[in-house]
C-alpha cells in the first residue's frame, strides 16, 4: 500500500495565481483533512472530510477550498494565492471513531 | 476549545541523556492522546497513542507517554537518547464532535553525537 500520496511535492507560486494539490489514500479511509504547518505554529486545519461528497472548514479555511469527489481522493484548490499561504502542506487520513490520522509526504508551497 | 501546550519549544541534549517532552492538555471529558514525530525533511509518523486503561503507554523506538489525568498531562520520555531521535515532536488531543485532532506548536530536540 501506498498510504497517503500527495501531488506536487514542491510548487512555487505568484501571487494571485491558482493551483489544486492532490491527496490520495488507498486505505479506505472515511477521514481526510488538509493541514499547513508554518514554524513555531504546529499543524493547523484547513479543512477536512467525514467522507464522499462532504467537506467541512477546519481552524483555518480562508483562501482555500476543497472537494472529495471520490472517497480515495480529497483535494485543496487555491484560487488566489497570496504569499501568507506560503506553507508545507499535509494530507492525512484516518478511519471513523477517535484513531490514529496517517499523514502524507506533505507538499511546500511558495508564494512570491 | 480545546488546547494543547507544549511547554519546550527547543530541546538540545547530548547522546545517552534522558529525555522529557511535556505536553498539556485542556478538556474535561474523555481524551485519546497522541505523540507524533516529524524527523527532518518528512511527513509525521505516529509514536504512541493513548486511549484508555494503563496510563504509562509504550511506543516505538523506545519511546514512552505516562498520562495523569488529574495534571491534564501526557508526557513523554526517553530513558537515553541518540543522535537519530533528532526531529520535532508533536502531542495532539482529539478534539470536537469528528474526532479531529487538536496539535501543540511542537517541540524540536536537537540530540548532540
Known amino acids: 500500500n501506498a498510504g497517503v500520496t500527495q501531488t506536487p511535492k514542491f510548487r512555487v507560486l505568484k501571487t494571485g495565481q491558482s493551483m489544486t494539490l492532490l491527496c490520495a489514500q488507498d486505505?479506505?479511509?472515511?477521514?481526510m483533512y488538509w493541514y499547513r504547518q508554518d514554524p513555531g505554529m504546529g499543524l493547523r486545519l484547513i479543512h477536512y472530510?467525514?467522507?464522499?461528497?462532504?467537506?467541512a472548514k477546519g481552524e483555518v479555511p480562508d483562501g482555500y477550498n476543497v472537494s472529495r469527489l471520490k472517497k480515495q481522493n480529497f483535494l485543496l484548490g487555491l484560487e488566489s494565492a497570496a504569499p501568507s499561504q506560503t506553507s508545507v502542506y499535509f494530507c492525512?487520513?484516518?478511519?471513523?471513531?477517535?484513531?490514529?490520522?496517517?499523514f502524507g509526504p506533505g507538499t511546500r508551497l511558495t508564494v512570491l | 476549545a480545546q488546547s494543547v501546550s507544549q511547554h519546550n519549544h527547543h530541546v538540545i541534549l547530548s547522546e545517552a541523556a534522558s529525555l522529557e517532552l511535556g505536553c498539556n492538555y485542556s478538556?474535561?471529558?474523555?481524551?485519546?492522546l497522541f505523540w507524533y514525530v516529524q524527523y527532518p525533511g518528512q511527513h509525521l509518523q505516529l509514536l504512541l497513542k493513548y486511549f484508555s486503561g494503563d496510563p504509562l503507554v509504550k511506543g516505538i523506538k523506545g519511546f514512552e507517554a505516562e498520562f495523569i489525568k488529574s495534571k491534564f498531562s501526557f508526557n513523554l520520555r526517553k530513558p537515553s537518547v541518540q543522535w537519530s531521535d533528532t526531529a520535532e515532536y508533536f502531542c495532539a488531543v482529539n478534539g470536537g464532535s469528528q474526532g479531529n485532532l487538536i496539535f501543540g506548536k511542537g517541540t524540536k530536540l536537537s540530540v548532540k553525537p
Open positions: 492525512a487520513s484516518k478511519t471513523g471513531g477517535y484513531n490514529e490520522q496517517f
Open positions: 472530510s467525514v467522507g464522499e461528497g462532504t467537506t
Open positions: 486505505m479506505n479511509h472515511e477521514y
Open positions: 478538556y474535561g471529558g474523555t481524551v485519546n
